[in-house]
């Protein structure tokens, strides 16, 4: 793999001119198919992410060990009194009663995109994205326009490349979960989120491919649902599936206009997916159930020393003690002496908002934001080391290779590891909302003869 990086960057090296072009010829490709970043053509690098087979298969079998893991203790959760559970990771009232829901199928996480790093073949997840994954359609697309280029050709010719789509395997998981709901007949699909997401080209990719398919499928807001003669109505577009990508975080803050929209929830007239039980281990502060040793009972041996290798610890702020590594801490005075060793995140973020490194601030600015973790219940993470890799980026008028940090983003879908999606940025907060590339994933065989 590292011999597959080297040969392509140095094809670049060898002629940048052409790489420019290159370069062009790729945005140009990609602003003719649609695949868009909040209206403009998405930020994404020359050559895509590569792995070897064997950190592949350390993706398989970490995504799904750890998905497996994380739905055990989902269960044991909603089994038992989760009250104290809704208190510990802060829901509102409206929020547990929509957890309480049973959706009408058993797994309240059919498709999610896991977060991490991998350093040689150390891998450590640090979030879940379970409420709305995204970069499937991206991610797809973007294989069909690389491919083509002349370095992924040269690259081709020399290594065995492999990405297996991912609409497919999310379409198949989708059918399967409505028919698991009940469904007996081809569903009429609605990809529900508000008109103005930044991500919406990745959702008309998506609906283009269950068109293709055969199925009906929409892009709807949620406010412009109602409920009609008991079913879900877009218009005159009766919705059978729901194919949720809009944060309940957000429904939450929007919750008087969107009502017909979770109340179809509550009342199961349509099947959604992920349904909104998912909430509760998508919720940063959850990773303190994985990581903690008081919760230690709800893992077997074997399962603490799998999060122990893949799960970061982490603790939601608060004042008193806690085990760091075995050692017992006074919470937030270690972290404001070590603070080099944290991340701290804002509960309920997402795309990389509010996140704070202690090792590239001062003290004094993460003292302050210490103090707002602290009362508005963020959590700390210990902070994983985040790999670099050269990738030839637009330079001027020419290409260099720079250093990017990268990050890999595994799917799970349909209860397996189905691909991953990467990406990569010159800031150690890495995310396309703020201004990072998104790649595809490729998976490096042998070198051909």
């Given at each position: 793999?590292?011999?597959?990086?080297?040969?392509?960057?140095?094809?670049?090296?060898?002629?940048?001119?052409?790489?420019?072009?290159?370069?062009?010829?790729?945005?140009a490709d990609m602003e003719a198919r649609n695949v868009r970043y909040a209206g403009q053509v998405m930020q994404t690098l020359l050559r895509p992410y590569l792995i070897s087979e064997?950190?592949?298969?350390?993706?398989?079998?970490?995504?799904?060990t750890v998905m497996a893991i994380v739905a055990k203790a989902e269960r044991a959760l909603f089994a038992g009194h989760p009250q104290w559970v809704y208190d510990f990771l802060g829901?509102?009232?409206?929020?547990?009663?929509?957890?309480?829901?049973?959706?009408?199928?058993?797994?309240?996480?059919?498709?999610?995109?896991?977060?991490?790093?991998?350093?040689?073949?150390?891998?450590?997840?640090?979030?879940?994205?379970?409420?709305?994954?995204?970069?499937?359609?991206?991610?797809?697309?973007?294989?069909?326009?690389?491919?083509?280029?002349?370095?992924?050709?040269?690259?081709?010719?020399?290594?065995?490349?492999?990405?297996?789509?991912?609409?497919?395997?999310?379409?198949?998981?989708?059918?399967?979960?409505?028919?698991?709901?009940?469904?007996?007949?081809?569903?009429?699909?609605?990809?529900?989120?508000?008109?103005?997401?930044?991500?919406?080209?990745?959702?008309?990719?998506?609906?283009?491919?269950?068109?293709?398919?055969?199925?009906?499928?929409?892009?709807?807001?949620?406010?412009?649902?109602?409920?009609?003669?008991?079913?879900?109505?877009?218009?005159?577009?009766?919705?059978?599936?729901?194919?949720?990508?809009?944060?309940?975080?957000?429904?939450?803050?929007?919750?008087?206009?969107?009502?017909?929209?979770?109340?179809?929830?509550?009342?199961?007239?349509?099947?959604?997916?992920?349904?909104?039980?998912?909430?509760?281990?998508?919720?940063?502060?959850?990773?303190?159930?994985?990581?903690?040793?008081?919760?230690?009972?709800?893992?077997?041996?074997?399962?603490?020393?799998?999060?122990?290798?893949?799960?970061?610890?982490?603790?939601?702020?608060?004042?008193?003690?806690t085990d760091f590594h075995g050692a017992r801490i006074d919470l937030c005075d270690f972290m404001g002496r070590q603070r080099e060793r944290f991340v701290l995140k804002p509960n309920?973020?997402?795309?990389?908002?509010?996140?704070?490194?202690?090792?590239?601030?001062?003290?004094?600015?993460?003292?302050?934001?210490?103090?707002?973790?602290?009362?508005?219940?963020?959590?700390?993470?210990?902070?994983?080391?985040?790999?670099?890799?050269?990738?030839?980026?637009?330079?001027?008028?020419?290409?260099?290779?720079?250093?990017?940090?990268?990050?890999?983003?595994?799917?799970?879908?349909?209860?397996?590891?189905?691909?991953?999606?990467?990406?990569?940025?010159?800031?150690?907060?890495?995310?396309?909302?703020?201004?990072?590339?998104?790649?595809?994933?490729?998976?490096?065989?042998?070198?051909?003869?």
């Amino acid at each position: 793999m590292k011999e597959a990086i080297a040969y392509f960057n140095q094809l670049v090296a060898l002629d940048t001119a052409a790489a420019r072009r290159q370069y062009e010829l790729l945005y140009a490709d990609m602003e003719a198919r649609n695949v868009r970043y909040a209206g403009q053509v998405m930020q994404t690098l020359l050559r895509p992410y590569l792995i070897s087979e064997e950190q592949d298969r350390e993706l398989r079998f970490a995504t799904e060990t750890v998905m497996a893991i994380v739905a055990k203790a989902e269960r044991a959760l909603f089994a038992g009194h989760p009250q104290w559970v809704y208190d510990f990771l802060g829901f509102s009232e409206t929020e547990r009663g929509l957890l309480q829901v049973d959706p009408g199928y058993p797994a309240s996480i059919v498709f999610t995109r896991l977060d991490g790093f991998f350093n040689e073949n150390r891998l450590q997840f640090i979030e879940f994205n379970h409420d709305s994954p995204g970069g499937i359609g991206y991610s797809d697309r973007l294989v069909e326009i690389l491919r083509p280029l002349p370095l992924m050709e040269r690259l081709a010719e020399k290594y065995e490349l492999r990405y297996d789509p991912l609409q497919p395997k999310l379409l198949e998981a989708i059918l399967s979960t409505y028919r698991e709901y009940g469904g007996s007949t081809t569903p009429a699909v609605a990809i529900v989120d508000w008109a103005d997401v930044k991500t919406r080209h990745d959702f008309e990719i998506i609906r283009d491919f269950f068109r293709a398919h055969g199925l009906s499928c929409i892009i709807v807001d949620p406010r412009e649902v109602e409920i009609r003669r008991g079913a879900l109505f877009a218009g005159d577009f009766k919705i059978d599936l729901v194919y949720r990508r809009v944060l309940l975080i957000e429904l939450m803050q929007k919750a008087d206009e969107v009502k017909a929209f979770l109340d179809a929830y509550r009342s199961r007239l349509a099947c959604f997916v992920n349904s909104f039980r998912c909430r509760l281990t998508e919720n940063k502060s959850f990773f303190q159930f994985l990581s903690d040793p008081d919760h230690a009972e709800l893992f077997s041996a074997t399962e603490q020393a799998i999060l122990a290798r893949y799960i970061p610890w982490t603790r939601r702020v608060r004042e008193g003690y806690t085990d760091f590594h075995g050692a017992r801490i006074d919470l937030c005075d270690f972290m404001g002496r070590q603070r080099e060793r944290f991340v701290l995140k804002p509960n309920d973020s997402y795309g990389g908002q509010g996140v704070c490194l202690g090792a590239t601030c001062d003290s004094a600015t993460w003292e302050k934001i210490l103090g707002t973790a602290l009362r508005e219940g963020w959590v700390a993470q210990e902070h994983v080391s985040i790999p670099l890799e050269p990738f030839p980026v637009i330079d001027g008028e020419t290409v260099a290779l720079k250093d990017l940090h990268v990050n890999i983003g595994p799917y799970y879908i349909g209860g397996r590891y189905c691909g991953s999606i990467a990406r990569a940025s010159l800031s150690s907060v890495i995310n396309v909302n703020a201004g990072g590339g998104g790649t595809p994933t490729f998976v490096v065989g042998e070198a051909r003869l």
